[in-house]
């Protein structure tokens, strides 16, 4: 039986390191089923559903998120995520946003 060659290990080797690189961010798609939670004068509470396509070969999972969001390049809402998301492979998923806006700053950054 013939023993393995040190190329042969080599390439394996190469190939493990290769494999084991960073996770691609998710790319984002469109966002879906937006919804008003609660309306006010001064301020409201807004709801959508942001679909995201993960171009990883692995399943990832995603414990906690908090970000800006932006209309038009404006500033209109903060969110923060604390619920586990399973997202899988090389598929698309969706990641609930519920956020607090400030209606007199949306209705500016409209105009």
Known sequence: MKKPG???LLLFGMAG?????K???PEYINFDNVRVEKLGLSESKVGVDVRFYNPNPF???LRSADFDVFFNDKFVGHSTLDT???IPK?????IPVD???NVK???KNAV
């Open 105 to 107: 700053d949306l209705m």
């Open 84 to 86: 586990l998301i399973r």
């Open 59 to 61: 399943n990832i999972q």
């Open 17 to 21: 390191i290769i494999s084991c690189g």
């Open 6 to 8: 040190i190329y042969t």
């Open 99 to 101: 956020m607090k806006v």
């Open 90 to 94: 090389l598929d698309t998923f969706y």
């Open 23 to 25: 996770p691609k961010a």
